[in-house]
Protein backbone atom coordinates (compact mmCIF):
# COMPACT_ATOMS: atom_id res chain seq x y z
CA UNK A 1 0.00 0.00 0.00
CA UNK A 2 1.31 3.27 -0.84
CA UNK A 3 1.08 5.68 1.95
CA UNK A 4 2.31 8.60 0.61
CA UNK A 5 0.86 7.97 -3.32
CA UNK A 6 -2.66 9.36 -4.56
CA UNK A 7 -3.50 5.26 -5.27
CA UNK A 8 -3.16 4.02 -2.03
CA UNK A 9 -5.89 1.77 -1.85
CA UNK A 10 -4.08 -0.84 -4.41
CA UNK A 11 -2.44 -3.63 -2.88
CA UNK A 12 1.46 -4.91 -4.53
CA UNK A 13 2.28 -8.09 -5.03
CA UNK A 14 3.12 -9.05 -1.63
CA UNK A 15 5.80 -11.22 0.13
CA UNK A 16 6.87 -14.83 -1.14
CA UNK A 17 6.84 -17.78 0.98
CA UNK A 18 10.10 -18.62 0.01
CA UNK A 19 11.63 -15.32 -0.67
CA UNK A 20 15.14 -15.18 0.12
CA UNK A 21 16.35 -14.13 3.67
CA UNK A 22 18.67 -11.07 3.80
CA UNK A 23 22.03 -11.82 5.68
CA UNK A 24 25.12 -10.22 6.87
CA UNK A 25 24.93 -6.59 6.78
CA UNK A 26 20.83 -6.02 5.13
CA UNK A 27 20.38 -8.70 7.84
CA UNK A 28 21.63 -6.14 10.48
CA UNK A 29 20.06 -3.22 9.42
CA UNK A 30 16.64 -5.07 9.06
CA UNK A 31 16.29 -6.27 12.55
CA UNK A 32 17.88 -2.39 14.04
CA UNK A 33 15.74 -0.56 12.15
CA UNK A 34 12.50 -2.63 12.98
CA UNK A 35 13.63 -2.51 16.60
CA UNK A 36 14.67 0.38 17.01
CA UNK A 37 11.96 1.63 19.44
CA UNK A 38 11.67 -1.51 21.18
CA UNK A 39 15.68 -1.32 21.73
CA UNK A 40 15.13 2.25 23.09
CA UNK A 41 12.38 0.94 25.70
CA UNK A 42 15.48 -1.67 26.35
CA UNK A 43 17.83 0.63 26.75
CA UNK A 44 15.73 2.41 29.48
CA UNK A 45 15.26 -0.57 31.07
CA UNK A 46 18.83 -1.17 31.39
CA UNK A 47 19.85 2.42 32.34
CA UNK A 48 17.33 1.72 35.91
CA UNK A 49 19.89 -0.50 36.60
CA UNK A 50 22.95 1.25 36.38
CA UNK A 51 21.41 4.28 38.31
CA UNK A 52 23.39 3.67 41.35
CA UNK A 53 26.37 3.82 39.54
CA UNK A 54 25.88 7.46 38.41
CA UNK A 55 24.11 8.51 41.76
CA UNK A 56 27.72 8.26 43.14
CA UNK A 57 29.00 11.37 41.04
CA UNK A 58 26.79 13.22 42.85
CA UNK A 59 26.85 12.03 46.09
CA UNK A 60 30.78 12.58 46.28
CA UNK A 61 30.17 16.29 45.15
CA UNK A 62 27.44 17.02 47.02
CA UNK A 63 28.01 15.24 50.70
CA UNK A 64 30.18 17.11 52.91
CA UNK A 65 31.02 14.55 55.54
CA UNK A 66 33.80 12.25 54.44
CA UNK A 67 32.71 9.05 56.41
CA UNK A 68 28.84 9.46 54.86
CA UNK A 69 29.91 9.94 51.62
CA UNK A 70 31.89 6.81 51.55
CA UNK A 71 29.39 4.43 53.25
CA UNK A 72 27.04 5.83 50.70
CA UNK A 73 29.12 5.43 47.81
CA UNK A 74 30.40 2.20 48.79
CA UNK A 75 26.85 0.59 49.31
CA UNK A 76 25.65 2.11 45.53
CA UNK A 77 28.49 0.53 44.06
CA UNK A 78 27.35 -2.80 45.67
CA UNK A 79 23.85 -2.44 44.51
CA UNK A 80 25.28 -1.92 41.07
CA UNK A 81 27.60 -4.39 41.49
CA UNK A 82 25.32 -6.94 42.21
CA UNK A 83 22.40 -5.98 39.25
CA UNK A 84 24.90 -5.60 36.62
CA UNK A 85 24.91 -9.40 35.52
CA UNK A 86 21.52 -9.78 35.83
CA UNK A 87 20.92 -7.12 33.90
CA UNK A 88 23.09 -8.23 31.12
CA UNK A 89 21.25 -11.19 31.11
CA UNK A 90 18.14 -9.67 30.46
CA UNK A 91 18.52 -7.34 27.62
CA UNK A 92 20.59 -10.77 25.88
CA UNK A 93 17.94 -12.83 26.66
CA UNK A 94 15.54 -9.86 24.50
CA UNK A 95 18.25 -9.46 21.65
CA UNK A 96 17.85 -13.16 21.58
CA UNK A 97 14.75 -12.75 20.61
CA UNK A 98 15.20 -10.39 18.11
CA UNK A 99 17.75 -12.03 15.97
CA UNK A 100 15.54 -15.79 16.47
CA UNK A 101 12.49 -12.95 14.61
CA UNK A 102 10.46 -13.98 17.35
CA UNK A 103 7.79 -11.77 19.42
CA UNK A 104 9.09 -10.46 22.55
CA UNK A 105 7.48 -7.74 25.21
CA UNK A 106 10.45 -6.05 26.39
CA UNK A 107 9.82 -5.98 30.15
CA UNK A 108 8.46 -9.41 30.94
CA UNK A 109 11.07 -10.89 28.54
CA UNK A 110 13.99 -8.70 30.30
CA UNK A 111 13.21 -9.11 33.94
CA UNK A 112 12.38 -13.38 32.82
CA UNK A 113 15.90 -13.15 31.85
CA UNK A 114 17.24 -11.11 34.64
CA UNK A 115 15.27 -13.44 37.11
CA UNK A 116 16.44 -16.75 35.59
CA UNK A 117 19.78 -16.35 35.42
CA UNK A 118 20.21 -14.29 38.66
CA UNK A 119 23.21 -16.26 40.35
CA UNK A 120 25.36 -16.70 37.28
CA UNK A 121 24.67 -13.36 35.82
CA UNK A 122 25.68 -11.67 39.50
CA UNK A 123 28.92 -14.09 39.25
CA UNK A 124 29.93 -13.23 36.33
CA UNK A 125 29.39 -9.00 36.42
CA UNK A 126 31.06 -8.87 39.71
CA UNK A 127 34.06 -10.63 38.15
CA UNK A 128 33.93 -8.34 35.13
CA UNK A 129 33.49 -5.55 37.29
CA UNK A 130 36.62 -6.88 39.27
CA UNK A 131 38.46 -7.21 35.87
CA UNK A 132 37.98 -3.92 34.78
CA UNK A 133 38.89 -2.19 38.00
CA UNK A 134 42.53 -4.44 37.43
CA UNK A 135 43.20 -2.98 34.23
CA UNK A 136 42.60 0.56 35.71
CA UNK A 137 44.96 -0.05 38.44
CA UNK A 138 47.66 -1.49 36.32
CA UNK A 139 47.01 1.26 33.95
CA UNK A 140 47.80 3.87 37.06
CA UNK A 141 50.39 1.61 38.55
CA UNK A 142 53.21 -0.03 35.99
CA UNK A 143 53.77 2.51 34.03
CA UNK A 144 54.35 4.90 37.28
CA UNK A 145 56.19 2.10 38.41
CA UNK A 146 58.76 2.31 35.21
CA UNK A 147 59.05 6.03 35.80
CA UNK A 148 60.39 5.67 39.24
CA UNK A 149 62.48 3.13 38.92
CA UNK A 150 63.65 3.86 35.25
CA UNK A 151 62.55 0.23 33.65
CA UNK A 152 60.63 -0.75 30.85
CA UNK A 153 60.07 -4.05 32.24
CA UNK A 154 57.00 -2.72 34.12
CA UNK A 155 55.44 -2.35 30.91
CA UNK A 156 55.36 -6.35 30.61
CA UNK A 157 52.67 -6.80 33.67
CA UNK A 158 50.81 -4.36 32.26
CA UNK A 159 50.51 -5.94 28.54
CA UNK A 160 49.71 -9.18 30.07
CA UNK A 161 46.67 -7.64 31.93
CA UNK A 162 45.24 -5.75 28.99
CA UNK A 163 46.05 -9.23 27.24
CA UNK A 164 43.32 -10.75 30.11
CA UNK A 165 41.28 -8.35 30.28
CA UNK A 166 40.76 -8.68 26.50
CA UNK A 167 40.24 -11.93 26.78
CA UNK A 168 37.24 -11.62 29.29
CA UNK A 169 35.94 -8.93 27.46
CA UNK A 170 35.68 -11.33 24.52
CA UNK A 171 34.31 -14.08 27.00
CA UNK A 172 31.61 -11.83 27.65
CA UNK A 173 30.61 -11.62 24.25
CA UNK A 174 29.07 -15.44 24.77
CA UNK A 175 28.58 -16.40 27.87
CA UNK A 176 25.49 -14.05 28.73
CA UNK A 177 24.15 -15.11 25.34
CA UNK A 178 24.58 -18.84 25.98
CA UNK A 179 23.35 -18.01 29.50
CA UNK A 180 19.82 -17.12 28.18
CA UNK A 181 19.72 -20.05 25.54
CA UNK A 182 20.77 -22.95 27.62
CA UNK A 183 20.89 -24.58 31.30
CA UNK A 184 24.54 -25.25 31.06
CA UNK A 185 26.35 -24.84 34.58
CA UNK A 186 28.35 -21.69 35.34
CA UNK A 187 31.60 -23.68 35.19
CA UNK A 188 30.68 -25.16 31.79
CA UNK A 189 29.21 -21.43 30.52
CA UNK A 190 33.04 -20.35 31.56
CA UNK A 191 34.76 -22.62 29.94
CA UNK A 192 32.85 -22.92 26.33
CA UNK A 193 33.18 -19.18 25.96
CA UNK A 194 37.08 -18.82 27.02
CA UNK A 195 37.06 -21.64 24.21
CA UNK A 196 34.97 -19.51 21.69
CA UNK A 197 37.12 -16.54 22.53
CA UNK A 198 39.48 -18.20 20.55
CA UNK A 199 37.32 -20.02 18.21
CA UNK A 200 35.77 -17.23 16.77
CA UNK A 201 38.18 -14.28 16.64
CA UNK A 202 37.00 -13.03 13.30
CA UNK A 203 33.32 -12.41 14.85
CA UNK A 204 35.25 -11.17 18.10
CA UNK A 205 36.96 -8.72 16.02
CA UNK A 206 34.26 -7.27 14.08
CA UNK A 207 31.93 -6.41 17.35
CA UNK A 208 35.12 -5.24 18.95
CA UNK A 209 35.51 -2.63 16.20
CA UNK A 210 32.05 -1.98 16.35
CA UNK A 211 31.41 -1.11 19.56
CA UNK A 212 34.55 0.96 19.66
CA UNK A 213 33.23 2.54 16.62
CA UNK A 214 30.11 3.03 18.83
CA UNK A 215 31.62 4.43 21.91
CA UNK A 216 33.56 6.27 19.91
CA UNK A 217 30.72 8.24 18.59
CA UNK A 218 29.13 8.37 22.07
CA UNK A 219 32.40 9.98 23.22
CA UNK A 220 32.02 12.66 20.02
CA UNK A 221 28.62 13.76 21.90
CA UNK A 222 30.02 13.68 25.13
CA UNK A 223 32.98 16.42 24.28
CA UNK A 224 31.42 18.62 21.74
CA UNK A 225 27.40 18.36 22.04
CA UNK A 226 26.65 17.45 26.48
CA UNK A 227 23.15 17.69 25.81
CA UNK A 228 23.12 14.95 23.05
CA UNK A 229 25.20 12.90 25.06
CA UNK A 230 22.86 13.16 28.46
CA UNK A 231 20.12 11.96 25.73
CA UNK A 232 21.49 9.87 24.52
CA UNK A 233 22.81 7.34 27.69
CA UNK A 234 19.70 6.57 28.79
CA UNK A 235 17.64 6.34 25.88
CA UNK A 236 20.30 4.38 23.48
CA UNK A 237 23.50 3.61 24.38
CA UNK A 238 24.19 0.56 25.78
CA UNK A 239 21.70 -2.29 23.90
CA UNK A 240 23.13 -0.85 20.53
CA UNK A 241 26.44 -1.91 21.60
CA UNK A 242 25.24 -5.20 22.68
CA UNK A 243 23.16 -5.76 20.04
CA UNK A 244 26.24 -5.48 17.81
CA UNK A 245 28.00 -7.99 19.75
CA UNK A 246 24.96 -10.52 20.20
CA UNK A 247 24.47 -10.14 16.23
CA UNK A 248 28.01 -11.60 15.78
CA UNK A 249 28.37 -13.72 18.35
CA UNK A 250 24.65 -16.40 18.90
CA UNK A 251 25.36 -17.55 15.26
CA UNK A 252 28.96 -18.69 17.05
CA UNK A 253 26.84 -19.97 19.86
CA UNK A 254 24.35 -21.63 17.31
CA UNK A 255 27.11 -23.48 15.71
CA UNK A 256 29.43 -24.79 18.37
CA UNK A 257 27.37 -25.05 21.14
CA UNK A 258 23.22 -25.58 20.47
CA UNK A 259 23.01 -27.18 17.28
CA UNK A 260 25.58 -30.13 18.42
CA UNK A 261 23.52 -30.41 21.47
CA UNK A 262 20.50 -31.30 18.76
CA UNK A 263 22.43 -33.06 16.64
CA UNK A 264 23.59 -35.43 19.20
CA UNK A 265 19.80 -36.18 19.89
CA UNK A 266 19.24 -36.36 16.61
CA UNK A 267 17.16 -34.07 16.56
CA UNK A 268 17.25 -30.19 14.27
CA UNK A 269 18.24 -27.37 16.02
CA UNK A 270 14.45 -26.13 16.45
CA UNK A 271 16.31 -22.18 16.07
CA UNK A 272 17.54 -22.85 12.94
CA UNK A 273 13.81 -23.43 11.34
CA UNK A 274 10.61 -21.24 11.27
CA UNK A 275 8.79 -24.24 13.10
CA UNK A 276 6.42 -25.08 10.64
CA UNK A 277 6.54 -29.17 9.19
CA UNK A 278 6.39 -29.83 5.72
CA UNK A 279 3.26 -31.13 4.62
CA UNK A 280 3.41 -33.28 0.99
CA UNK A 281 -0.16 -33.92 0.61
CA UNK A 282 -1.93 -31.66 -1.76
CA UNK A 283 -2.81 -28.66 -0.88
CA UNK A 284 -6.20 -27.35 -1.02
CA UNK A 285 -4.67 -22.95 -0.99
CA UNK A 286 -1.53 -22.22 -2.28
CA UNK A 287 0.51 -19.19 -0.68
CA UNK A 288 0.67 -16.73 -3.79
CA UNK A 289 2.73 -14.29 -2.14
CA UNK A 290 4.99 -12.40 -4.17
CA UNK A 291 3.40 -13.65 -7.38
CA UNK A 292 0.14 -12.49 -7.52
CA UNK A 293 -1.13 -9.25 -9.58
CA UNK A 294 -1.45 -5.91 -7.78
CA UNK A 295 -5.28 -5.14 -7.25
CA UNK A 296 -5.60 -1.32 -8.71
CA UNK A 297 -8.26 0.50 -7.42
CA UNK A 298 -11.68 0.35 -9.57
CA UNK A 299 -12.59 3.32 -11.62
CA UNK A 300 -15.76 5.17 -10.77
CA UNK A 301 -18.08 5.94 -13.46
CA UNK A 302 -19.65 9.19 -13.43
CA UNK A 303 -23.21 9.50 -13.83
CA UNK A 304 -24.48 12.00 -16.52
CA UNK A 305 -26.81 14.35 -14.77
CA UNK A 306 -27.50 18.12 -14.39
CA UNK A 307 -24.85 19.28 -11.55
CA UNK A 308 -24.73 22.28 -9.86
CA UNK A 309 -21.65 25.44 -10.26
CA UNK A 310 -20.80 26.55 -7.27
CA UNK A 311 -18.36 30.16 -7.74
Request: with cysteine; proline share 5%; net charge positive.
Amino acid sequence: MGLFSSNYESAGAGIAKNAPKKEGIALFFDIFFRKFWLMMGLNILFFLFTIPLWATLPVMYYVSNATVSLTIVVLLLIVFAVNFGPAVAGISKVIRLFLLGRHSFIIRDFFKGYKQNFGKACVIGILDIIAVLSAYAGYNVYPAMAVNYDSKIFYVPLVITFSVVLVILMMNYYIFLMMTATDLSIKNLIKNSFALAFVAMKQNIIATVGVALYAAFLAVLFVYFMPVFMLMIPLFSAVPMWFIVCFNSYPVIQKYVITPFYESRGEVNPELTDGSEEIEEETIFEDMGGREKPREKPVEKRKKGKGRHIS
